[in-house]
């Protein structure tokens, strides 16, 4: 009966344990996702999302659209502002450009 008890109490012991691992390992995914989240927005930063080249100081500078303040770059805002209806890539309308300063 003792030995029994005991065993209860191991298995106790092992399934407390399981239960913190599954947590930990649990916790590690969410983190992982996090980073792997940040990442992915890091990217988009310093990417135009209409034409996915990286930013720079010539064709591709980067430009801010007013008013609702997403970004794109020069080349692409030219492109937009011919259209009859200047639009961001959010379809609100353009109302003026910034450019961006780090
Ligand atoms: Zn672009
Ligand atoms: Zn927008």
Known sequence: ????????QQNQ?????????????ASRAVRQHKIQE????LENL???????ENYDDTDHQQLAVNPCGHFMCKKCCNIMI??????????EKMSRLMRVYA
Do not use: G, S
């Open 82 to 91: 011919t259209k009859p209806i200047p639009k961001c890539w959010c379809q």
């Open 1 to 8: 009966m003792a030995l029994q008890i005991e065993l209860d």
């Open 13 to 25: 012991v092992i399934d407390a344990n399981q239960r913190f691992m599954d947590e930990v390992t």
């Open 38 to 41: 940040l990442n992915r927005r």
């Open 46 to 52: 310093e990417q135009c999302k209409i034409c996915y």
